[in-house]
């Protein structure tokens, strides 16, 4: 499984990265477009948005099914990736590549109560 | 316990995702099911459907317990391997199952039932069989296995690994069959593109698969099938229509034969309810993905998707839907998706045939 070590995970799937600039960057895992199959459709949040932690954020559905994309954590969306919208399939091709929406944390310490790597891989073998 | 087919191994070696289909432990995949259903449309593609049942009916009364058994009326069968769909209904009209019966010869027929509804079919056969005292022998062939080849090159690459059929197979017309020693192949399929769907001895599979896979054959898994047959405007049961839904409701009246003098399971029932729904295409006009049970939108009442998911022949969203009866081909309607009204239009219930997108 490809599980980078740099990026923290949730149980439903997601990675997130934490920037130089205290901003978090999120997408979905290798092991999610795995399980999903071929994405047809994704739909991103508006900037600016708020959201709370587990809060649908984002869906994305393969051939198969739709699937929602949650915030890890609380925050607000500053940024999305309109290239995914138009080329859904650049998620299965490299996950940790196509992120999806940027946060600003409602509160920086929130992060470190997400998965690590190892923690996530015993959670994503399950 | 899931059932697993005679070429389970073959589909675990092969890399396939695995998923419970029916109580049946088959393939969705073996790596993108986008690519398997590209590699149908235009080259060639082969499924193991071994987990539908191969039926044989025969006996002297093989034809008249047909004839009161199921909707399509099996006096339409004239010449020896010709094939026909059908809808078997209950006494309430609702489908039990949509089937193929190939007339092999006189008092001898053979069908072929869904998995998922295969015990509960040949249960409902039987119980049928002693109402009507009939002479009829119905054997579920469980010994046998089913490969699908789909595609405009699957015929060629059948004949490539089994010279011996294609004198037998190359004039056969679409929905014939014919016996080529151990092999029943028939010209019928579920994905709109020419091809064979070739019934064997299961000790003889995994060759036979091998044999095609050396050949350049792609391995299809059931994730393609589905978009192929929604492409194709082919119903699929459990989804499309059941034991609740009139074969009228369902797209299906034109399997239905209520001319004839002849009587079978259902027949008052339809009589008495007529078509209450038609059964049409969406093209989604706006972005996302159509699915089963959204609400349809229309001028003339609400209808509800049935099946529903993204072409990947025509690169949008195609669904099937139930609407009401004076919405009209060419209508936009509206489709409501997660709270969205999204806009579709309506169209002839056949998206793709042979390749060629048909909206």
Redesign the interface.
Known sequence: MNIPANLKYTKSHEWVRVESDGTVTVGITDHAQELL??L??V?LPDIGKTLAAEQEAA?V?S????SDVYAPIAGTVIEVNGAV?DAPESV?QDAYAAWLFKLKPANAADVDALLDAAAYAACADE | MTQKTVLNETHRRLGARMVDFGGWDMPLHYGSQIEEHHAVRRDCGMFDVSHMCAVDIAGADAKAFLLRLIANNVDKLKEPGKALYSAMLNESGGVVDDLIVYFVADGQYRMVINAGTAEKDLAWMAARLADWQLDVAVVARRDLAIIALQGPNAKARVWQVRPDARAATEALKPFYSVSVGDCFIATTGYTGETGFEITLPASQAETFWQQLLDAGVAPIGLGARDTLRLEAGMNLYGQDMDESVSPLDAGLAWTVDLDSPRDFVGKPALLAQPQQKQFLGLVLLDKGVLRAHQKVVTAQGDGEITSGSFSPSLQQSVALARLPLATAIGDTVQVDIRGKLLAAKVVKPCFVRNGKALV
């Open positions: 199959g071929d047809v459709f739909e869906i559905e051939v198969k099914a739709a919208p299965n």
